[in-house]
């Protein structure tokens, strides 16, 4: 019993110390001051998107880019 609680403990500590590395905000994303999101197609993926590719492609710079306006939802008559 010692052991599994002991087995356990361990994991749990590793756990605790390799967790924040696993969140860690990268230096782009504090550089720019915008979300992992606004480059990347879903948190935690390496594939990007159009800014994503742009940012990279650009030298790392956002200089000359202009963001895509989502189109406004059409309203619907009843």
Known sequence: ??????????VAGVTLLVAPLAIGTPEYSKKEKKQCIYCH????????N??????????FSFVG???????????TNP
């Open 41 to 48: 197609t879903a948190m935690g993926k390496k594939d990007l």
């Open 50 to 59: 159009e800014a994503g590719k742009y940012y990279k492609d650009h030298n």
């Open 65 to 75: 880019y202009e963001e895509k306006k989502k189109p406004s939802p059409e309203p």
């Open 1 to 10: 019993m010692k052991k599994v609680i002991r087995a356990l403990a361990i």
